[in-house]
C-alpha cells in the first residue's frame, strides 16, 4: 500500500527552526521526485521546494530560497525540508508529495502525503 506520512510540524517562534520529514513506503520512492507544498487557511496550496530523484537537483519558490533546503535520502525512503528563520507568513499545513516531474505545481505529483501543520507565532 503506498504512502506518505510527513511529520515534524509543530509551533516555533519567528525566527526558529523545524525540520519536516516525508516517509515513504509501498512504492519505488527512488524513481520519483519529491516537492514540498503548503497550503494556508483561504489560500490556494503553493509550492516550496522540489528535488529530484538523485537529489542533485533541486528548485525552490522565491519564499522558501535561502531559508529552506530541501534533501531525501533513498535509502531510507524519506524526504526531508529544512526550515530557517521561519515567519509568521510561514504558518501552514505542509504537505509531501512524489510525482515524475521536477516542478513546483500540484499537478506535477501523483501521490500526496496527509499534512503536517506549521505554526510560526511568538
Known amino acids: 500500500q503506498l504512502q506518505l506520512v510527513g511529520s515534524g510540524g509543530g509551533l516555533v517562534q519567528p525566527g526558529g527552526s523545524l525540520r519536516l520529514s516525508c516517509e515513504a513506503s509501498?512504492?519505488?520512492?527512488?524513481?520519483?521526485?519529491v516537492g514540498w507544498f503548503r497550503q494556508a487557511p483561504g489560500k490556494e496550496r503553493e509550492g516550496i521546494a522540489c528535488t529530484s530523484v538523485t537529489g542533485l537537483t533541486t528548485d525552490y519558490a522565491d519564499s522558501a530560497k535561502g531559508r529552506f533546503t530541501i534533501s531525501r535520502d533513498n535509502a531510507k525512503n524519506t524526504a526531508y525540508l529544512q526550515m530557517n528563520s521561519l515567519r509568521p507568513e510561514d504558518t501552514a499545513v505542509y504537505y509531501c508529495a512524489v510525482g515524475r516531474e521536477l516542478v513546483l505545481s500540484v499537478e506535477g505529483y501523483d501521490y500526496w502525503g496527509q499534512g503536517t501543520q506549521v505554526t510560526v507565532s511568538s
Open positions: 509501498g512504492f519505488d520512492f527512488e524513481n520519483y521526485a
